[in-house]
């Protein structure tokens, strides 16, 4: 239990806090205002909101190994806390929300105040703690990090952000894997962003989490109330808060001290000693009492919190708490978007006891001495070791990855030996891979991996079907020494499971190198999760089988179209498309090295990713093709790295050029074979990156604009000798505009194949023929752009 004095510095603390991120918000939005004259949405009352709960964490509870998902809105508390430990600039303050000013939703990569997980999508930060538990649990279980302790994965939930459905799915996942060290606390202001909630939603809340093995602690009312309570009538008032509405006390919390005294006493008035104990309260005090609820109570949620340290079971504390606590705009329905006026800031700056000039000074109004508070502030166990963030060296990376010489095989079983190869080696990497899939583990082909290294649990558990001997192909045996997490069907968890385990070098300082799996088309189930684990800045692979309309008997549900296209737009993600294993091996060992490599910032003059590194997606097919019988020469595996290379050159006269991505190679191919006796010298690019290709080309333009006039991209230079009259048929089984743009470069005419629609069950023959991406699709298109006389083999095909 904390002392009188400790709890008296909290609470200015708490208010100091509050001052300032009221403040900052005030100031960004008064000096810059926006054009539109809008006001600047949500922070204030939803920051007030969480002021009692993050000052009795960030200045009292937390320790520095614990790691901090909070609320978006809550943003400008955050950073004022950080302000106050001197992690966070002044300078960024008065720029929130402007030019690299801190930022409106706390941000790992953007804010330079020592944010554990960035928030802002809602519902997404909350599971990632429930993830990032799961993480440590995995490194502690592999023997390493013996060094440090354990943290406690801490999120702080808007009620609203509740709704969303990624957080279930987390929660159900949590209770497979035997989650603990994990906190949720419910800032249960009953208040989102339109509205009031709903009456008796804690009661659904409380029923779900110990449903999944949760300990639920109520924070609802605060010592003020609890004293209250025990005087005489204390128990009517205590039923009388207990079955107002929602609504009702959110208008009356706004309303104020004499608005209680009349209602209540409306409804309480001559029943003895209730009225008495109303009575006997100035409004000042009426209305403290009233917004004395759990979550505003620092001996009620310092006593709660340590308890809950003192076991590891996960804990959902719901705090009620009020939004806009003691602003002037407190529990108004309206308040999400709501701003102090001039004339209320004034006000309120006054009862701060804040002089007007010094809004930023961090002991200004403080009524203890300077020197104590300054004292207990760098004494504060969260900030002992300085920076919370851990690094880790970076795994070598063998020089070659192999695989079996099959002469016919497709990219997804060619990952599968690669993988295989690598479990099967005891170097490095190999121990640090981890791989992950939501329930397509088998068919994605990671079945032999899983084979040699096993599942991941806690507690170890054996393949009954092993046991009892009954022949299977696979040994599905659970060890805390295995490196498969197997995840129930839900790509969101996917997603933000690989954001977790991608940050462990950070979060947890042990590397590792997680691998993803799942069927092409839901990435757009996971799209917001994968788009959050890469603004994160975590480093992960997605592998994603099969693809496109080739899966083609699986019919239309399961053909994806648009995702080369995700995979060119998503910042932190370099994608790949290869036809060949070759390729693949040596994308995968470059994808390896790229997910470790930490060069900070982008180079502005190119935003070029390589020595800053990211994440890798390999978009790869079920299609069996013939491998080309090859070796892979230094100079073909960068061409590769850079996204294409010739596998047959054009000549000086060429008329016309194919260029291909993926599992259509053998139809690119055979176009070009059949077209050979009517166009010149025709050409046939491989493309394995379009993503890559096409930045490379971006950044070459960008630094040539920006004065580096020799700067040339890889496309460029493979194009410079290609006569301008040629033209450039492009053909991917995806949405077309993946390989559109390359007409741009140098000028060439060009028509782009691909697939737009959503397509039907039948064989590759039948559906490439369908969507026009076959031979005969490539041969009838470079007619028409690279006119000459008819293509004999036309209508062979
Ligand atoms: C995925 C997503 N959808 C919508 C929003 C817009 N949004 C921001 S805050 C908010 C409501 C928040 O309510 P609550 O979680 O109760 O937090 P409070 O404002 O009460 O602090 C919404 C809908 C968002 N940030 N993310
Ligand atoms: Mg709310």
Redesign the pocket.
């Known amino acids: 239990m904390a002392d009188a004095r400790h709890l008296s510095i909290l609470k200015e603390l708490e208010r100091k806090v509050l001052w300032l991120s009221t403040w900052t918000i005030h100031n960004a939005n008064h000096l810059r205002p926006n054009e539109d004259g809008m006001k600047i949405g949500?922070h204030q009352?939803?920051s007030a909101?969480l002021s009692t709960i993050l000052a009795a964490l960030y200045f009292s509870v937390l320790r520095p190994e614990d790691r901090v998902a909070v609320?978006?809105?809550?943003s400008p508390i955050y950073h004022a806390i950080q302000y106050l430990f001197g992690r966070q600039t002044r300078e960024k303050l008065e720029n929130f929300r402007g030019y690299k000013g801190a930022q409106s939703y706390p941000s790992r990569t953007k804010d330079i105040d020592d944010v554990d997980f960035s928030t802002?999508?809602?519902?997404l930060g909350v599971a990632q703690t429930l993830f990032a538990s799961l993480v440590q649990d995995y490194v502690k279980a592999h023997g390493w990090a013996k060094d440090k302790p354990e943290g406690r994965m801490i999120s702080l939930v808007?009620?609203?952000?509740m709704d969303?459905g990624n957080i279930f799915e987390a929660l159900l996942e949590g209770w497979k894997h035997g989650i603990r060290n994990t906190w949720w606390i419910i800032?249960y202001?009953r208040?989102?962003?339109d509205a009031v909630i709903r009456e008796g939603l804690w009661q659904r809340f409380e029923a779900l989490f110990r449903n999944f093995g949760w300990d639920v602690v109520v924070l609802k009312h605060g010592s003020l109330m609890q004293a209250a309570f025990k005087e005489p009538g204390g128990e009517k008032l205590r039923d009388w808060i207990d079955s107002c509405p929602n609504q009702l006390y959110s208008a009356l919390t706004y309303q104020g001290g004499a608005a209680w005294r009349k209602r209540l006493l409306d409804d309480l008035g001559d029943q003895g000693p209730v009225t008495r104990l109303i009575e006997k309260r100035s409004d000042e005090e009426l209305a403290e009492l009233m917004a004395n609820l759990g979550g505003h109570d620092l001996p009620s949620l310092l006593d709660a919190f340590e308890k809950a340290r003192g076991h590891d079971r996960p804990v959902c504390f719901l705090a009620y708490t009020i939004?806009g606590f003691g602003l002037p705009l407190a529990g108004h329905k309206d308040n999400?978007s709501g701003m102090l006026t001039p004339s209320q800031m004034e006000a309120w700056q006054k009862t701060q006891g804040v002089r007007p000039g010094h809004e930023w000074d961090k002991f200004e109004g403080v009524t203890i001495p300077q020197a104590e508070v300054e004292r207990f502030l760098s004494a504060v166990p969260f900030i002992q070791k300085g920076t919370r963030r851990y690094a880790a060296p970076a795994v070598p990376v063998p020089e070659k990855l192999t695989f079996p010489a099959n002469p016919a095989m497709s990219t997804q079983q060619g990952f599968g030996f690669i993988l295989n190869e690598l479990a099967r080696s005891d170097n490095a990497l190999a121990a640090r891979v981890v791989t992950t899939a939501p329930d397509v583990t088998v068919s994605t082909n990671l079945g032999a991996w899983v084979n040699r290294r096993g599942l991941y649990a806690r507690e170890s558990l054996v393949d009954t079907f092993k046991k009892e001997r009954i022949p299977s192909t696979y040994n599905w045996e659970f060890s805390p020494s295995g490196q498969h997490i197997e995840l129930g069907i839900a790509e969101m968890n996917l997603f933000i499971v690989l954001s977790a385990l991608g940050l462990s070098h950070s979060l947890f300082g042990e590397r590792i190198l997680p691998i993803g799996t799942l069927y092409d088309p839901f990435i757009y189930r996971g799209a917001?999760a994968l788009n959050y684990a890469c603004y994160q800045d975590a480093r992960f692979m997605i592998v994603a089988t099969p693809s496109g309309v080739t899966l083609a008997p699986e019919g239309g549900a399961h053909q994806s179209i648009g995702t080369p296209l995700v995979g060119m737009a998503q910042d932190g993600l370099a994608s790949f498309e290869p036809a060949f294993v070759d390729e693949l091996a040596v994308i995968m060992r470059w994808a390896f090295d790229y997910m470790q490599r930490e060069g900070g910032e982008p180079n502005e003059k190119t935003w070029l990713r390589d020595e800053t590194g990211g994440s890798v997606y390999l978009r790869l097919s079920t299609r069996t093709l013939e491998q080309p019988q090859r070796e892979m020469t230094p100079e073909l595996a960068d061409d590769i790295m850079a996204g294409a290379y010739w596998l047959r050159k054009p000549g000086p006269n060429a008329q016309v050029v194919v260029a291909y991505t993926g599992a259509v190679a053998p139809e690119a191919i055979q176009a070009v074979g059949l077209m050979a006796e009517d166009r010149r010298d025709i050409g046939l690019l491989a493309i394995t990156s379009a993503d890559r290709l096409n930045a490379g080309w971006t950044a070459a333009q960008r630094a040539r604009e920006r004065g580096l006039v020799h700067a040339r991209s890889h496309v460029e230079r493979l194009f410079a000798d290609v006569p301008p009259h040629c033209g450039l048929v492009t053909v991917i089984d995806g949405h077309p505009a993946t390989l559109a743009w390359m007409g741009s470069v140098m000028g060439h005419r060009t028509r782009s194949l691909g697939v737009e629609h959503f397509g039907q069950t039948g064989t590759v023959k039948d559906l490439y023929r369908h969507f026009g991406i076959d031979a005969r699709g490539i041969i009838a298109a470079a007619e028409m752009i690279a006119p000459g006389r008819p293509m004999r083999h036309l209508r062979a095909v």
């Open positions: 949500g009352a939803s909101s609320k978006p809105h809550a802002g999508s809602v519902g808007g009620d609203a952000e969303e800032d202001n208040q989102s962003l939004k999400h917001d």
